[in-house]
């Protein structure tokens, strides 16, 4: 299976963006998926997930904030980021929630700046 995140970038404090993770190697539609991040020095942490029926659930720290999505049809997973505050910097990794795959792939940085 392969993991290749993307569409991340410097975006200043108040700001949106919108980032992508398309897996391959894997019956990607009856996967539950995750969007998870890791700060430097943190470990990391689920931030949104969705079912493979489209159910969403957000970490505290991301709700009303964050939307994630999918698409069956390209196996792409989507992460809609807004009103961006400087703690969500971190690198930015998809992956299935339960049980995850081996590999993450290399994520992919979102850096906010104040």
């Known amino acids: 299976v392969q993991l290749q995140a993307s569409g991340g970038g410097l975006v200043q404090a108040g700001g949106s963006l919108r980032i992508s993770c398309a897996v391959s190697?894997?019956?990607?539609?009856?996967?539950?998926m995750g969007w998870y991040r890791q700060a430097p020095g943190k470990q990391r942490e689920l931030v949104a997930a969705?079912?493979?029926?489209?159910?969403?659930t957000y970490a505290n720290t991301v709700k009303g904030r964050f939307i994630i999505s999918r698409d069956n049809a390209k196996n792409t997973v989507y992460l809609q980021m807004n009103s961006l505050k400087p703690e969500d910097t971190a690198v930015y990794y998809c992956?299935?929630?339960?049980?995850?795959?081996?590999?993450w792939g290399q994520g992919t940085q979102l850096t906010v700046s104040s």
């Open positions: 992956n299935r929630l339960v049980p995850p795959f081996g590999s």
């Open positions: 190697g894997s019956i990607f539609s009856i996967n539950g």
């Open positions: 969705i079912t493979s029926g489209g159910s969403t």
